[in-house]
């Protein structure tokens, strides 16, 4: 499996030990996997939680075992922090506050979790030399330059005003009363200064933009593994609606459009950037799958042919519903209009081009989902409600 291993440019590649920080959510128990079956290097995994990381750690006579140890720690006030960043080649940050329910309601603790929990982890990288994949997101590029055009305006069908690019594409965020743009301008501040420690002090420094990855393990259940008044991600509401045979909700009509890319596939991109160091430090890398684009509504519809599909069970009644975002995620709500991913940077350094179809990463991530929940929301429906 992993003797015989080369980078892009030929060169054998030599184990390495990774501190991972948030190691035990969606992206990051998808790259301990990859890491533990295909490579030989080592992972230490930090977060407050292992739920999803389980199967990798346990039983002790697993194939990796003893190249994946998890270390229960919030970053927020732990002193073993430097220690395992000093003993590890590369520190790779995926730990933040990432859900949009989040961002208007909690901003103090978003700006928090995005922008100060994360200085002590690049001033330790910066202090000691060591190369740090950071994992940033899409949505700094916020709206896009032709979300301001007339309605009618031709302009708007030409992709210089809304394909996003790493080295051109200006950040466009919403008002400050617009709290949704919290998380987004916490996210540039910390890319901003990944990238001026690398200018000044020499960090050596990969930023990841996500365009939203979507897979199994993504969030969480609302009343089976999570909070029943918790507002996951879409791919999560979505499926909650469909596991309990209600109608999807459509935010503000469901016009906002988006590129889905499987997990699976994005992992790969990611294990490229961490073997082949010299192609990607001091980038900034978009990872999405630009062919994938379809509207809210469009992604409404198509999960719940896919469900029907897997499940065999009748689409609900009433598909969908309209809902307002200051009803469905309170005041202080503001949306991206479009995010298409450009894919020169990626392409010309790493060569990676995504594979998998939204309809294809659908069915296998619903398979998982009507696996994973359905028998638990059966459970969840018969209940009676305490008095
Ligand atoms: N999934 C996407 O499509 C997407 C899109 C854009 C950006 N991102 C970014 O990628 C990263 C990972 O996202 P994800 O989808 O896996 O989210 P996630 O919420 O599933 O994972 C984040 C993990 O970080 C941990 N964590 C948070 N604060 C911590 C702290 N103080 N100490 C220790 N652990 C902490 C959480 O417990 C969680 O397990 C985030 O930085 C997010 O902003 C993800
Ligand atoms: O039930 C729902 C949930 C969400 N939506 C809409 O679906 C769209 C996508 O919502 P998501 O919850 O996936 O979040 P967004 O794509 O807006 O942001 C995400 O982008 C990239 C990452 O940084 C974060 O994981 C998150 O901020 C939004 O327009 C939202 O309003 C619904 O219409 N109904």
Redesign the pocket.
């Known amino acids: 499996m992993a003797s015989g291993r080369v980078d892009l440019d030929g060169k054998p590649i030599k184990p390495m030990t990774i501190c991972m920080?948030?190691?035990?959510?969606?992206?990051?128990?998808h790259l301990c996997e990859k890491l533990m079956s295909e490579t030989p290097h080592t992972v230490l995994a930090?977060?407050?939680?292992n739920d999803?990381i389980k199967h990798l750690l346990e039983p002790n006579t697993l194939p990796w075992a003893g190249r994946i140890q998890f270390h229960r720690?919030?970053?927020?006030h732990?002193s073993r922090l430097e220690g395992l960043i000093k003993i590890a080649d590369l520190t790779i940050?995926?730990?933040?506050?990432?859900?949009p329910a989040d961002y208007n309601t909690r901003p103090l603790d978003t700006i928090y979790?995005?922008f100060i929990?994360a200085l002590p982890v690049v001033k330790y990288c910066s202090e000691n030399n060591k190369r740090l994949i950071?994992?940033?997101?899409?949505?700094v590029y916020g709206k896009t330059v032709g979300s301001f055009l007339p309605k009618d305006s031709p302009l708007r069908k030409d992709p210089a005003y809304y394909v996003l690019k790493e080295d051109e594409s200006p950040c466009i965020f919403g008002s400050i009363e617009k709290q949704r743009w919290s998380?987004a301008c916490a996210?540039q501040l910390i890319e901003r200064l990944i990238y001026a420690e690398g200018a000044e002090n020499g960090l050596e420094f990969t930023i990841?933009?996500?365009?939203?990855?979507?897979g199994p393990?993504?969030?969480f259940i609302p009343g089976v593994d999570g909070p029943s008044e918790g507002v996951p991600?879409v791919l999560a509401c979505f499926s909650n609606n469909l596991l309990r045979g209600e109608p999807l909700k459509l935010v503000d009509g469901g016009q906002s459009q988006r590129t889905f890319?499987y997990?699976k596939d994005?992992i790969e991109a990611v294990l490229l950037m961490i073997e082949n160091p010299a192609r990607a430090n001091g980038h900034i890398f978009n990872v999405g799958n630009p062919n994938n684009e379809v509207t809210v509504r469009q992604l409404a519809e198509m999960m719940t042919q896919v469900y029907t599909k897997v499940s065999g069970e009748a689409p609900p009644e009433k598909p969908t519903i309209d809902v307002s975002s200051k009803e469905f995620y309170g005041e202080g709500y503001d949306d991206s209009d479009k995010r298409i991913p450009d894919m020169t940077i990626i392409n010309r350094q790493l060569g990676w081009n995504p594979k998998t179809s939204l309809w294809d990463l659908l069915e296998s991530t619903l398979t998982y989902q009507h696996r994973t929940y359905a028998e638990a929301i059966k459970k969840v429906i018969a209940k009676p409600v305490a008095s």
């Open positions: 920080i948030g190691a035990g959510g969606f992206i990051g128990s930090l977060d407050v939680y999803k720690l919030n970053i927020k732990d940050n995926l730990a933040a506050i990432c859900t979790s995005n929990d950071h994992f940033s997101t899409c949505e998380y996210k990841v933009r996500p365009f939203n990855w979507i393990r993504m969030d991600r890319v997990i994005a």
